[in-house]
């Protein structure tokens, strides 16, 4: 197994304790007009982690100064030795350059697994709220829910071909609100609220996981919080922030 390039990698997760790797890319695909998604090959099942999880890319480096990003892992294939990335690209930064334009065999520093929020396994369901960049995340795991169980989806996509649906175990019950963002800007609530207000929250006890842009993901907690939900059941996680590229820790700030 390849080392990775960069010492920095090395260091970077001998801080986080976590494996560094230099992964090859063996697929890219366009999946919609928003979505690229990314297979690579390399120490996959370790990487991977658990659903939830997400590996950091090193997409780019100006001379000394690395920029990494953090992307979801959407499945993971043991026997290939591979892991898929979906990879919301139609905006304009380093990580959605990469994935537009990476060629299979090119190889990429990786380190992993990250992420700190996996599957809730006493909930009865589980209530995935985000957009684009947040589908890969979401389906894994929901794809990991043990049947019977319930998984929602409220997801705001920004064209209808982001509308991709997975297949699941026949024994989980599945409801997907698809909100279309109709133009609106990316750290407008809107349309996240709405397809909430349309939802009932089932009665037993459930975990709702919001990955998505900074301030609409604030505004959801809010709304859920308002609904009944308990602070313990809500996971938040801000994948992008408007206005702003993500830092060197592949996070948007969370300066208010
Ligand atoms: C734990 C974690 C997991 C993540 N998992 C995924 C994942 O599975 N898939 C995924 O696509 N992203 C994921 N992200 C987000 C990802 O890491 C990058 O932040 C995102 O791809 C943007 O990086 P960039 O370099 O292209 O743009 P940046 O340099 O970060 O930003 C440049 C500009 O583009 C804007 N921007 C960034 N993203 C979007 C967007 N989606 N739509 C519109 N404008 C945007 C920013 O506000 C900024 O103005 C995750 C983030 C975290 C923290």
């Known amino acids: 197994m390849a080392d990775p390039q960069h010492q920095s990698t090395l260091d970077l997760a001998t801080r986080l304790k976590v494996l560094a790797r230099s992964c090859t890319v063996v697929a890219r695909r366009p999946l919609s007009s928003s979505l690229v998604e990314v297979v690579l090959r390399g120490d996959a ?9 997400d590996v950091m890319l090193l ?4 001379g000394e ?3 990494r990003r953090r992307y979801s892992v959407r499945s993971v294939d043991a026997t290939a030795d591979t892991f898929t990335l979906w990879i919301a690209a139609a905006h304009d930064g380093p990580g959605g350059r990469w994935a537009r334009t990476v060629d299979e065999g090119d190889v990429v520093d990786v380190v992993g697994p990250r992420g700190k929020i996996p599957l809730d396994e006493v909930a009865d369901w589980h209530l995935f709220i985000g957009d684009v960049p947040s589908m890969g995340a979401f389906f894994r795991m929901a794809q990991s829910i ?4 319930r998984a929602i989806f409220i997801l705001e996509l920004d064209d209808p071909t982001d509308a991709l649906t997975p297949t699941f175990d026949e024994a989980l019950g599945v409801t997907a609100i698809f909100v279309d963002r109709d133009g609106r800007a990316h750290d407008d609530p809107t349309g996240l609220l709405g397809g909430l207000a349309a939802f ?14 900074f301030h609409v993901m604030r505004a ?3 709304a859920l919080l ?3 939900l308990r602070s313990e059941q809500i996971s938040l996680k801000a994948y992008y922030r408007i206005g702003q590229a993500n830092g060197a820790n ?7």
């Not at 043990?146 to 169980?149: K, L, N, Q, R």
């Not at 929250?201 to 709702?208: T, V």
């Open 220 to 222: 959801v907690k809010t």
């Open 250 to 256: 592949g996070e948007p700030s969370k300066d208010v």
């Open 146 to 149: 043990d049947v019977p169980g």
């Open 65 to 67: 100064s690395p920029t």
């Open 45 to 53: 099942s370790h990487l991977a982690g658990v659903p939830g999880n």
């Open 59 to 62: 997409v780019g480096a100006d």
């Open 200 to 213: 009932t929250l089932p009665p037993d006890e459930g975990h709702a996981y919001l990955f998505g842009e």
């Open 226 to 228: 308002d609904r009944g």
